[in-house]
């Protein structure tokens, strides 16, 4: 069978650059985004994308080199997922929301070649790049991003620079794209949020992102001519893909400098948007501003969604569906249609490689729905590895499966239903408290916006869970008692679900929005013992 080796000539690299060129083919003159009065096609998106990939070659870029870029969700950060890889560099969306020290942490490990910065964020980097100083050698490549001439200028920073239209004007639109020399190189670099630790650098693959934005189109449903509202910041996992699956199927991108619920309504209307997506926040928005949308539109949310925003959500007009993944593995991984917690058991939906194993043994779980192992995945759309970091992706991989640290259990009709992260579970001596499922009570309490659970150490038993909760905005602290949020889980809960503590006031966040348990857990344990009791209350 030698005949049947490897052809050269009839392979072809996998790479999400190919959904624009596609794109400017097929949907030459579909609209490709629209940015409040301006709109480009397809046709035009990909111009642009070469020019910047040509501008970028002219002044110097490399094959290999890191180009960060710290911007909204704006034309500009869009055009530079295809326009950085086009010239063959590694793109680094960074996260808006960090503060200057947090960023110089990231930009020392990127060591970035040019770095793109729209004017709203030019003073945070430069307090970061202050605080990089006595380490810094040489400084990157700014280019500034403007609209209008609008936001300060890059004065006060060293090295060359130049605005991101001026770099537009002095490409070609004949450049020749500088292809990967494999499709397992990397096409972009994703940090985690650091919610434990340091933030990590998690690298993707050409042909990881190509393979998730193909996905991305059935996870979402795309369907024909998707109109996609861009709620979700494209520093997460590059938009959680969409930036390279709306280029795949022709669709329309709606970008926004700054999301709100009167934004996000008005877009709907105006546009007839088909989807969006987004953590809780967004839906909390949607629900709080109770505007009823024309007609049917998909949202799609990650993280623990209160059964009660969910409803009114979806009363609103919305289908919502509930998303489950990570940066490690490209974002959502699993996309399901919203349902409450008992309607596990009805669904027959079984995902491939996904598994939840026992660690050291590395077998699958029994399929009972009690026992407890470690959720892991497994195939082509997971990342490389951790940047400069070959101890930490040694220890995420096992056999092969990327270990998430997530805890699930696997129902008999093979449905996998997530309890918990390993590190939050509460071990109460005799029985395992998952504190999703309590927190996913506390949110439904119509007057909580937001609620935490963590373990505190208790004498008696191994560990009670403790509830930190948030009025809504309407309700003033003292409105409601700690009884009165006992009462309501015991009503819901097992007896030993039920949480012994309870604290009012605000959640501590990192820059992602991510309740920081860590620190609740030291706050908690900081406190008096209150054993014996079911109302131990503290502000």
């Known amino acids: ?23 400017a083919l097929v949907y030459g003159n579909k609209v490709s985004i629209v940015y409040g009065t301006v709109s480009f096609t397809w046709r035009e998106t990909h111009q642009r994308c070469l020019r910047l990939a040509s ?26 997922h295809f326009a950085v ?10 996260n808006t929301k960090l503060d200057a020290a947090s960023l110089a942490v990231i930009l020392e490990k990127l060591e970035a070649k040019f770095m793109f ?7 945070v980097i430069v307090k970061a790049l202050e605080i990089m100083s006595q380490n810094m050698t040489k400084h990157p490549f700014f280019v500034l991003i403007q609209e209008h001439d609008q936001g300060p200028d890059l004065v006060s ?21 500088v292809k990967p020399k494999d499709e397992g190189d990397p096409i972009s670099v994703n940090f985690t949020s650091g919610s434990t630790g340091e933030p990590k650098g998690v690298l993707y693959s050409h042909k990881a992102a190509y393979l998730k934005s193909l996905a ?6 795309m369907g024909v001519a998707p109109v996609f509202l861009w709620t979700v910041d494209m520093f997460r996992c590059n938009g959680w893909c969409c930036t390279w699956t709306m280029a795949a199927v022709g669709g329309t991108n709606i970008c926004l400098r700054t999301v709100s619920a009167k934004f996000i309504f008005d877009s709907i209307v105006l546009h ?4 969006l997506c987004g953590g809780p926040a967004i839906l909390n928005l949607i629900a709080d501003a109770s505007l009823t949308v024309p007609f049917k539109v998909r949202l799609i949310v990650a993280g623990v969604l209160p059964m009660s925003r969910v409803m009114k959500v979806e009363g609103l007009g919305y289908t919502v569906s509930h998303a489950y993944g990570m940066t490690e593995v490209l974002g959502p991984a699993i996309v399901k249609p919203w349902r409450s917690t008992n309607e596990h058991k009805k669904d027959n939906i079984v995902v491939e490689n996904v598994d939840v194993k026992e660690p050291e043994t590395m077998a699958s779980v029994r399929h009972d729905g009690k026992t407890i192992g470690e959720v892991m995945f497994k195939g082509n759309t997971l990342m490389l590895g951790y940047l400069k970091d070959p101890k930490a992706t040694e220890e995420a991989f096992k056999d092969g499966w990327y270990r998430t640290k997530d805890l699930g259990v696997i129902h008999p009709n093979g449905v996998i239903q997530l309890k918990d992260r390993a590190k939050d579970i509460i071990f109460t001596g005799g029985e395992i408290v998952s504190t999703l499922e309590v927190e996913a009570v506390l949110l439904s309490h119509p007057k909580v916006s937001e609620a935490a659970v963590v373990g505190k150490r208790d004498d008696y038993s191994k560990e009670t869970p403790c509830a930190f909760v948030k009025f809504k905005e309407e309700y003033y602290y003292g409105a409601m008692s700690c009884q009165e949020i006992v009462e309501f889980c015991e009503e819901r809960l097992p007896d030993f679900m039920v949480p012994r503590t309870v604290v009012f006031g605000e959640l501590p966040v990192n820059s992602t929005g991510k309740v920081q348990k860590f620190t609740l857990r030291v706050k908690a344990n900081g406190m008096h013992s209150n054993i014996g009791q079911k109302n131990g209350c503290h502000t």
């Open 216 to 221: 991305s189109v059935r996870l979402y449903d």
């Open 55 to 80: 501008g970028l070659t002219q002044l110097g870029i490399s094959p290999g080199d890191t180009v960060a870029a710290m911007a909204p969700n704006i034309p500009a950060l869009y055009d530079l």
């Open 1 to 23: 069978m030698e005949a049947l080796h490897h052809l050269h000539n009839n392979s072809s690299p996998l790479l999400p650059v190919s959904f624009l060129e596609r794109a």
């Open 272 to 275: 007839n948007v088909t989807h």
């Open 117 to 123: 910065i729209d004017y709203e964020y030019v003073d």
């Open 157 to 177: 920073v060293g090295g060359n620079k130049i605005k991101y239209d001026d770099l537009i004007a002095m490409g070609e639109t004949d450049f020749e794209i």
């Open 85 to 94: 890889p086009m010239a063959g560099a590694v793109l680094s969306a960074l």
